[in-house]
């Protein structure tokens, strides 16, 4: 879809998995892990959200982190 979701209605975030809880919550778990550097400047793996806004901006938050350091 060109809106950045899947066909789903889930988001979509390249090099990320998202899981959609049970009550409705958003949650995304990068593929591939963090170099050791970026987890020591606290880089987060796995992020959560209300909305796939909020989501999408904590994945650029971690992905912004990991490139500090880089």
Known sequence: MTDGRSASG???L???RVIVS???RL???REEPFALAAEE???L???DGDDAAELAA???EQE???KEVS
């Open 10 to 12: 889930v988001p979509a």
């Open 45 to 47: 793996r796995t992020v």
């Open 14 to 16: 390249p090099g990320w």
């Open 64 to 66: 912004h982190r990991a």
């Open 41 to 43: 400047a606290g880089a």
């Open 58 to 60: 904590a994945v650029a």
């Open 27 to 29: 949650w995304a778990s």
């Open 22 to 24: 049970d009550v409705g």
